[in-house]
């Protein structure tokens, strides 16, 4: 199999590019003339071709584009526009050039008779399966636009979860580094100016003080040391995660931390209710949508407890208390869960509680945010005072001495 890039005129008398997989040059021309198309030029693709990516290998769209997608995608074939069209129409208008790439796939097959989900699952590293589930479902039930409604307003919420999540780690994160650089800088420019000036005076230096020039000359000499050990920290801390024991502790760390393991909770619950509750209202069976679900957490525990919840439910089980047991997942969502077990009313309590978690999300990242920025505040003015102390302790023996 090899990749073709392509220029054809489509039957309407429009230029379209775009790249084809196939086993030869003569499959993809048979490819592309199958729909009437006049092949302008094709050719193999080659390194030139090839978009330049800085996702450093990473495929995802998004959140926030894949709701746009849904949301366009639902309008347009709302007009009654047919799928293929709606497709071609979505590609030529879509920034992001991965999405865009896979939409051109997904058109290509879906026009070689593919349905729309088995074209979406060709590009699994693109769409979710979360989203080519509920597109799958919505083909079997002929509700499309209905899924398409459910997973742009799923995507947009979960954007919004996402973007609160990252404002709590950003802001003290750029407050650290911020910090570390106002120290840098201090030692390696601010404090070898007075340390020249003590020198010329014969001044004798505190133990404090000369312990702070040596860190300074360590830093200004030995600088690459500091990048070495930093750059392998980043990459043990790496390796490590990516082990089992590691990626256990890093979830319970996430899940303990004083600071962030509630936000990590919540953060869990308010995911697990708003795609569960996506997945039952498109009519999927319920050991179906807790496996997906369970894919689309990001913290081990949880996912592990997910799978877990799927195999007991599957032996009888009621979730909600299966959750109890469990004693991760927080005592309100197991009980609302429980009363709408009871009620079968299940899809709208979890929507009740996704709402309720998504809320308590934003309130438990203020409160992270208010608690991190005295932190970093206090740990500059350590850092920076540390510094100026060591500077104003020899000027004091030089008074003193004058004195």
Request: overall charge negative.
């Amino acid at each position: 199999m090899a990749n073709y890039v392509y220029q054809v005129m489509t039957p309407s008398g429009k230029e379209q590019k775009g790249k084809i997989t196939a086993d030869s040059k003569e499959a993809a021309q048979n490819s592309l003339k199958s729909d009437g198309s006049i092949i302008l030029s094709i050719k193999e693709e080659t390194v030139l071709d090839k978009d330049i990516s800085f996702r450093f290998g990473r495929k995802k769209v998004k959140s926030r584009d894949l709701g746009v997608f849904c949301k366009q995608f639902n309008s347009i074939l709302s007009a009654g526009v047919s799928v293929v069209a709606a497709l071609e129409m979505l590609c030529d208008q879509t920034e992001d050039k991965v999405l865009k790439a896979a939409l051109s796939n997904v058109r290509n097959n879906v026009e070689k008779g593919d349905s729309l989900a088995t074209a979406m699952k060709k590009e699994q590293a693109v769409f979710p399966s979360l989203l080519i589930n509920m597109i799958e479902a919505g083909e079997a039930s002929g509700s499309l636009e209905v899924a398409l409604i459910r997973m742009s307003t799923h995507f947009e919420k979960d954007a919004r979860l996402k973007g609160m999540v990252k404002k709590a780690m950003m802001y003290p994160i750029i407050l650290i580094i911020v910090a570390i650089a106002v120290m840098v800088l201090m030692l390696t420019k601010i404090l070898p100016m007075f340390t020249s000036m003590f020198e010329e005076a014969g001044t004798k230096m505190p133990g404090f003080t000369q312990f702070m020039i040596d860190a300074s000359d360590l830093l200004i000499e030995r600088w690459y040391v500091f990048v070495i050990v930093i750059v392998a920290i980043v990459v043990s801390y790496k390796i490590f995660a990516k082990t089992d024991t590691g990626a256990h502790l890093l979830a319970k760390i996430a899940v303990k931390a004083p600071v962030f393991g509630n936000l990590t909770t919540k953060t869990a619950a308010a995911r697990f209710a708003r795609n569960f509750s996506t997945l039952i209202a498109a009519g999927m069976p319920m050991m179906d949508a807790l496996d997906i679900t369970a894919a689309t957490m990001t913290n081990l525990l949880f996912k592990e407890a997910l799978y877990d919840l799927r195999d007991q439910v599957s032996l009888g089980s009621s979730i909600s208390t299966t959750l109890k047991n469990g004693n991760l997942f927080p005592s309100m969502i197991c009980h609302m869960i429980g009363i709408g077990e009871e009620t079968g009313n299940l899809e709208d309590m979890l929507d009740s509680c996704a709402d309720y978690y998504d809320e308590e999300v934003e309130l438990a990242t203020q409160s992270v945010t208010a608690l991190m920025e005295p932190m970093v505040i206090i740990f500059m003015a350590v850092i920076i005072g540390s510094i100026v102390i060591a500077i104003y302790l020899p000027m004091m023996s030089m008074y003193d001495a004058i004195g």
